[in-house]
């Protein structure tokens, strides 16, 4: 039968090796070749017909081929430019017809291009050839020779012919690829015996090529009813096997197709399968769950059938999930929360899950039973210092599965964490009179207890505070003691065990300031001394100009001082004595920096206040160890060398040198009085109480 209509078709072209006979698409590369060899068309062949299809041998090793098509020999202009992956020929379109052509080609395993060949195209019109139509052998045709000739009808147009033989009807991979035929027939050799064969022609002219004709196939020689094929899959008494259930078979030469069977019942009196099948493959779809099937398979060709293969069978899982894997928290662990967060790994199958929590281990009694579609659960409802059981369930459609593992966590006994201390470190020396003790927040702890002691047995203490913080600055300390200190954290629950004892020593007095030893103020110089946090001038202040104590001092852009009886030798022994005015520069702000060098200021009542804890409220550590007498005898353990200066009343007289000090302080009593400082040296008490504004008082700097 002839098909009239005009049609273009597409050439497989593979990489195979051909079988011996005429024209093979691969013929045997020469023994020492360096790049691939040109096969079709011929060097300067002309009239090229539509499509132009170029073939190169395969060149050992390579897997690809660069492929270039110029109009001039030195491909300076490409028209075509592209690697070809697996295949040794390509069409090659967006040529122009009647136009000269050069082409080349280089393996991707090769340094060196092919020889450069030249084709012409065939002028375009007309119409292409008619389909050609098949003669001998007959289809189908068995116990053909192993070499034959190929007869077909002639093809109305046709100029010459291309064979194909494949064994599969797919044409890939093909036997021959043979092209240009000029007759209507073509023998071929080599064809193995017992084997199916198909084959097709297509026509060519100067227009282009038909579509290839209806194809036909033969057996070989040899070619009896089929075998009988092998189950490959699954293994025969498979179980759990998921949907959709595959069965393959192998293949069976000269079958040409296959009929598979499926039962429940190993007799196969009632079929739920029984399909005509042209593949050795069939995924099984309609399947129950918890099911045993039987399956077998036979090949069939035009000359019978096989027997059928032996029965194997299968058995479809339970379409129940997998039972769950436990993640955290780990077996045995002890949780610090009463709410923890249980969670586990994704079951296959799985569309959500039950989580069961109880307090005995046979899950009598549940404490939880939830569902949930995540892989995690919060539990509620726990009670302190409690053994807990848990496990998970997956669930879906059709049912659950089994329970995981059980494992358990503890709850913490409702108690807080035992603190760890950390600073000052175990053992440290030199530590400041008033050290900063610092411990590690604990979980569940809303307060601590914090005892410092010079006895290792804690027999005695120096400090037993209840604090919300974690860390306290441990004031009121002797500078010549070893101390010891520990911690207990707190809540309503309890407290917990002490922490580990640490010791520490302080320093002895007289430690200036870290970073500022001294400061350089109108032309003196001061030292500093460090109480505990604070940084103070260790003398006090001795700036402006000395007037005589009976006259008052003025607000006059320039400091105006007193000297003890108006000797000025005493401003440079004890400092300067200043009414309240002159002293903060006329400023009422707390904190004001007065008449004091800049990044310093007047104390605020709260610094002194400060300053007293550090000494633990003994001015006698305060005062120089030549002030006072007897129980006001000063010790200056501090450092801080208070001296008895003395002041300046009212009424410009001068009292109490050796006797008392008055410091004042930035915040106003009332509104003729300030706070200050107040030293005796008769006893070690301090105080603050208030002077009046128009005395003079003596004044120490504390840095901001």
Same mark, same amino acid.
């Given at each position: 039968?002839?098909?009239?209509?005009?049609?273009?078709?597409?050439?497989?072209?593979?990489?195979?090796?051909?079988?011996?006979?005429?024209?093979?698409?691969?013929?045997?590369?020469?023994?020492?070749?360096?790049?691939?060899?040109?096969?079709?068309?011929?060097?300067?062949?002309?009239?090229?017909?539509?499509?132009?299809?170029?073939?190169?041998?395969?060149?050992?090793?390579?897997?690809?081929?660069?492929?270039?098509?110029?109009?001039?020999?030195?491909?300076?202009?490409?028209?075509?430019?592209?690697?070809?992956?697996?295949?040794?020929?390509?069409?090659?379109?967006?040529?122009?017809?009647?136009?000269?052509?050069?082409?080349?080609?280089?393996?991707?395993?090769?340094?060196?291009?092919?020889?450069?060949?030249?084709?012409?195209?065939?002028?375009?019109?007309? =119409?292409?050839?008619?389909?050609?139509?098949?003669?001998?052998?007959?289809?189908?045709?068995?116990?053909?020779?192993?070499?034959?000739?190929? $007869?077909?009808?002639?093809?109305?147009?046709?100029?010459?012919?291309?064979?194909?033989?494949?064994?599969?009807?797919?044409?890939?991979?093909?036997?021959?690829?043979?092209?240009?035929?000029?007759?209507?027939?073509?023998?071929?050799?080599?064809?193995?015996?017992?084997?199916?064969?198909?084959?097709? /022609?297509?026509?060519?002219?100067?227009?282009?090529?038909? /579509?290839?004709?209806?194809?036909?196939?033969?057996?070989?020689?040899?070619?009896?009813?089929?075998?009988?094929?092998?189950?490959?899959?699954?293994?025969?008494?498979?179980?759990?096997?998921?949907?959709?259930?595959?069965?393959?078979?192998?293949?069976?030469?000269?079958?040409?197709?296959?009929?598979?069977?499926?039962?429940?019942?190993?007799? $196969?009196?009632?079929?739920?399968?029984? &399909?005509?099948?042209?593949?050795?493959?069939?995924?099984?779809?309609?399947?129950?769950?918890?099911?045993?099937?039987?399956?077998? /398979?036979?090949?069939?060709?035009?000359?019978?059938?096989?027997?059928?293969?032996?029965?194997?069978?299968?058995?479809?899982?339970?379409?129940?999930?997998?039972?769950?894997?436990?993640?955290?928290?780990?077996?045995?662990?002890?949780?610090?929360?009463?709410?923890?967060?249980?969670?586990?790994?994704?079951?296959?199958?799985?569309?959500?899950?039950?989580?069961?929590?109880?307090?005995?281990?046979?899950?009598?009694?549940?404490?939880?039973?939830?569902?949930?579609?995540?892989?995690?659960?919060?539990?509620?409802?726990?009670?302190?210092?409690?053994?807990?059981?848990?496990?998970?369930?997956?669930?879906?459609?059709?049912?659950?599965?089994?329970?995981?593992?059980?494992?358990? $966590?503890?709850?913490?006994?409702?108690?807080?964490?035992?603190?760890?201390?950390?600073?000052?470190?175990?053992?440290?020396?030199?530590?400041?009179?008033?050290?900063?003790?610092?411990?590690?927040?604990?979980?569940?702890?809303?307060?601590?207890?914090?005892?410092?002691?010079?006895?290792?047995?804690?027999?005695?203490?120096?400090?037993?505070?209840?604090?919300?913080?974690?860390?306290?600055?441990?004031?009121?300390?002797?500078?010549?003691?070893?101390?010891?200190?520990?911690? =207990?954290?707190?809540?309503?629950?309890?407290?917990?065990?002490?922490?580990? /004892?640490?010791?520490?020593?302080?320093?002895?007095?007289?430690?200036?300031?870290?970073?500022?030893?001294?400061?350089?103020? &109108?032309?003196?110089?001061?030292?500093?001394?460090?109480?505990?946090?604070?940084?103070?001038?260790?003398?006090?202040?001795?700036?402006?100009?000395?007037?005589?104590?009976?006259?008052?001092?003025?607000?006059?852009?320039?400091?105006?001082?007193?000297?003890?009886?108006?000797? &000025?030798?005493?401003?440079?022994?004890?400092?300067?004595?200043?009414?309240?005015?002159?002293?903060?520069?006329?400023?009422?702000?707390?904190?004001?920096?007065?008449?004091?060098?800049?990044?310093?200021?007047?104390?605020?009542?709260?610094?002194?206040?400060?300053?007293?804890?550090?000494?633990?409220?003994?001015?006698?550590?305060?005062?120089?160890?030549?002030?006072?007498?007897?129980?006001?005898?000063?010790?200056?353990?501090?450092?801080?060398?208070?001296?008895?200066?003395?002041?300046?009343?009212?009424?410009?007289?001068?009292?109490?040198?050796?006797?008392?000090?008055?410091?004042?302080?930035?915040?106003?009593?009332?509104?003729?009085?300030?706070?200050? $400082?107040?030293?005796?040296?008769?006893?070690?008490?301090?105080?603050?109480?208030?002077?009046?504004?128009?005395?003079?008082?003596?004044?120490?700097?504390?840095?901001?």
């Amino acid at each position: 039968m002839k098909y009239l209509f005009p049609v273009v078709f597409f050439i497989l072209l593979v990489f195979n090796s051909c079988k011996d006979g005429g024209n093979p698409v691969n013929p045997d590369p020469d023994p020492t070749p360096t790049a691939p060899t040109l096969l079709s068309p011929a060097d300067k062949a002309s009239d090229v017909a539509f499509p132009v299809i170029l073939t190169w041998n395969a060149f050992e090793g390579a897997s690809s081929y660069l492929l270039q098509v110029s109009i001039d020999t030195a491909f300076s202009t490409l028209v075509f430019d592209r690697t070809i992956a697996g295949a040794t020929g390509r069409l090659v379109t967006g040529l122009s017809d009647t136009t000269n052509y050069y082409w080349r080609v280089k393996a991707d395993t090769g340094t060196e291009w092919s020889a450069i060949w030249s084709f012409k195209t065939a002028p375009t019109g007309g =119409s292409l050839p008619d389909v050609t139509t098949l003669l001998s052998p007959a289809d189908s045709a068995f116990n053909q020779p192993v070499s034959l000739t190929l $007869f077909w009808d002639p093809s109305s147009g046709a100029v010459s012919y291309n064979l194909q033989v494949s064994e599969s009807g797919s044409f890939f991979p093909l036997v021959y690829s043979i092209t240009d035929i000029k007759g209507t027939s073509h023998q071929i050799t080599g064809l193995n015996d017992s084997t199916r064969y198909f084959w097709r /022609v297509g026509a060519t002219n100067k227009r282009g090529s038909s /579509v290839f004709s209806i194809p036909r196939l033969f057996y070989t020689v040899g070619t009896d009813t089929p075998g009988v094929p092998v189950p490959n899959y699954p293994a025969n008494g498979a179980t759990n096997l998921t949907f959709p259930v595959t069965l393959i078979w192998n293949i069976v030469t000269a079958a040409e197709y296959y009929i598979c069977q499926v039962s429940k019942s190993i007799t $196969f009196d009632t079929l739920i399968f029984n &399909e005509t099948l042209f593949s050795t493959n069939y995924q099984l779809t309609g399947l129950t769950y918890s099911t045993n099937y039987y399956w077998r /398979v036979k090949s069939v060709n035009a000359i019978g059938s096989s027997d059928f293969s032996g029965v194997r069978s299968f058995t479809t899982y339970s379409g129940l999930p997998d039972a769950p894997v436990l993640s955290l928290p780990s077996n045995g662990s002890t949780m610090k929360t009463l709410t923890p967060t249980l969670s586990w790994a994704s079951a296959a199958l799985a569309s959500g899950y039950r989580v069961q929590v109880s307090a005995v281990s046979s899950f009598a009694t549940l404490l939880i039973n939830q569902t949930t579609s995540g892989i995690s659960f919060q539990a509620g409802g726990l009670t302190y210092g409690t053994t807990y059981y848990w496990r998970v369930y997956a669930t879906n459609g059709v049912g659950s599965s089994g329970p995981s593992a059980a494992w358990s $966590f503890i709850t913490y006994t409702g108690l807080p964490e035992t603190p760890e201390l950390l600073s000052p470190a175990n053992g440290s020396k030199n530590q400041p009179i008033a050290p900063m003790l610092i411990w590690n927040s604990s979980y569940g702890a809303t307060g601590y207890r914090l005892q410092v002691s010079e006895s290792n047995t804690f027999a005695t203490l120096v400090v037993n505070k209840l604090v919300s913080a974690t860390s306290y600055l441990c004031a009121g300390l002797s500078f010549s003691s070893g101390y010891y200190w520990r911690v =207990s954290a707190t809540n309503n629950a309890g407290s917990s065990a002490w922490s580990s /004892v640490w010791n520490f020593k302080l320093v002895m007095g007289n430690i200036p300031c870290t970073g500022t030893p001294t400061v350089t103020y &109108e032309g003196q110089t001061y030292n500093t001394v460090q109480m505990g946090n604070q940084c103070w001038f260790k003398e006090n202040l001795n700036v402006g100009t000395m007037i005589a104590g009976a006259i008052e001092q003025l607000n006059n852009s320039k400091p105006e001082k007193y000297c003890y009886d108006d000797i &000025e030798s005493n401003c440079t022994i004890y400092g300067g004595l200043y009414q309240w005015g002159e002293a903060m520069g006329y400023s009422s702000m707390v904190g004001a920096r007065g008449i004091c060098p800049p990044g310093w200021h007047i104390p605020a009542k709260t610094d002194f206040q400060t300053l007293n804890e550090t000494v633990n409220g003994n001015g006698n550590m305060l005062k120089r160890n030549d002030q006072g007498i007897a129980l006001g005898q000063g010790t200056n353990e501090s450092g801080f060398s208070a001296l008895l200066a003395g002041g300046r009343f009212s009424d410009g007289s001068f009292q109490s040198l050796n006797n008392m000090t008055v410091l004042w302080t930035s915040e106003m009593k009332s509104a003729t009085h300030a706070d200050v $400082f107040y030293l005796t040296g008769n006893y070690s008490q301090t105080a603050i109480t208030e002077y009046a504004f128009d005395s003079g008082g003596s004044l120490r700097c504390i840095k901001d």
